[in-house]
């Protein structure tokens, strides 16, 4: 089991910066993998960054690249995610989630078992 709890969310202007957070407890919270998703009004929910626990390994969507960066706390308790650059576009409610049997970074939100509940980011252009 894994509870997630995400913070960090607000309204900010276009070229500003943000910083997500996402505190895991749990019996199994710091195994597998953490991933950001985001959820935009009348869109589908798409996956934005992933970083593996155990050795730091990350992955991106490609539209992030350069721009967000996920990061995690070495006592494996938070994952973080950095945005910078922000865009109007980027609005949307973000999403933590977590796929604690996984040793491998994916992308898919099929493969996350639990997710938290999620913080409003929002883009002033």
């Known amino acids: 089991q894994v509870q997630l709890l995400e913070s960090g969310g607000g309204l900010v202007q276009a070229g500003g910066s943000l910083r997500l957070s996402c505190a895991a407890f749990?019996?199994?919270?710091?195994?597998?993998?953490v991933g950001w998703f985001r959820q935009a009004p009348g869109k589908e929910r798409t996956f934005v960054a992933a970083?593996?626990?155990?050795?730091?390994?990350?992955r991106y969507a490609d539209s992030m690249k350069g721009r967000f960066t996920i990061s995690r706390d070495n006592a494996r308790t938070a994952v973080y995610l950095q945005m910078n650059g922000l865009r109007p576009e980027d609005t949307a409610v973000y999403y933590c989630?977590?796929?604690?049997?996984?040793?491998?970074?994916?992308?898919?939100?099929?493969?996350?078992?639990?997710w938290g509940q999620g913080t409003q980011v929002t883009v002033s252009s």
């Open positions: 970083i593996e626990w155990r050795d730091g390994s990350t």
């Open positions: 749990g019996r199994t919270a710091g195994s597998g993998i």
């Open positions: 989630a977590a796929a604690p049997q996984f040793t491998i970074v994916v992308a898919a939100t099929i493969h996350y078992d639990y």
